[in-house]
């Protein structure tokens, strides 16, 4: 079994992605984790780490039943504070509460560091205004979190490996993943508008065709 090695000779503030993962591994106890404890372990790049964790049950996907019900709801509210107030605001002490099972968060992160240690090879701080730009970021992570609300079969995966490379890049601080995702949110969001449509146009003109029969 791949094993996870914590490293905390750097500040939060200027750790890889990979490295707070391990950490709150390492640190995990009891049978659930918070959102306040989650944001508490990236510093100033907490609300990037609460989207990318809260994203990533759907993106990796897991065989957990209802995953996007349990997720849905902080990733929406995480994503809407930074859309509104921007990353320098506090969460409500009621949405820090909000806690995930430690099992599924066991799951999720020991799945992800190997592959995230990879990415960081090639990842470095570029395009920093772009991957600091949290507010329209955070717009962008809510409506790929309305999407992933929405119940498409199969359809929650591409919004949420959307969520989970903008967070990244903001974690790394590198515009240039930052940028590439905002290019396949933009695609994901608008196939899956013309997805809806073409449904809803579907079952008009079914539900015309039986009522004129």
């Known amino acids: 079994m791949y094993q996870i090695a914590a490293e905390t000779a750097e500040p939060a503030s200027d750790q890889p992605t990979s490295t707070i ?3 709150l591994l390492a640190n995990l ?11 508490d372990a990236a510093g100033s790049r907490a609300y990037a780490l609460a989207l990318l964790l809260f994203a990533l049950p759907e993106a990796l996907p897991l065989p957990v039943a209802g995953m996007s019900a349990i997720i849905g709801l902080p990733l929406m509210l995480i994503s809407a504070q930074v859309a509104i107030l921007g990353t320098e605001s506090r969460l409500p002490e009621w949405v820090r509460r909000r806690s995930v099972s430690a099992s599924v968060f066991r799951m999720v992160v020991t799945k992800a560091v190997p592959v995230f240690r990879q990415i960081e090879r090639f990842s470095r701080p570029r395009w920093v205004g772009l991957a ?3 507010r329209a970021l955070g717009l962008m992570c809510l409506i790929l979190a309305l999407v992933i609300a929405l119940p498409i079969p199969l359809g929650n995966l591409p919004p949420a490996v959307c969520v989970v ?3 990244f890049g903001m974690l790394q601080r590198d515009g ?15 196939g899956m508008a013309a997805a809806i449509v073409l449904a809803a146009d579907f079952m008009v003109e079914t539900i015309g065709n039986l009522g004129a029969v």
Do not use: D, H, K, P
């Open 21 to 23: 993962l391990a950490q």
């Open 29 to 39: 106890n009891g049978e659930s984790v918070t959102v306040g404890e989650i944001m």
């Open 176 to 190: 240039f993943i930052v940028a590439g995702a905002l290019a396949a949110s933009a695609a994901v969001v608008t």
């Open 165 to 167: 490379a903008l967070a």
């Open 132 to 134: 600091g730009a949290s």
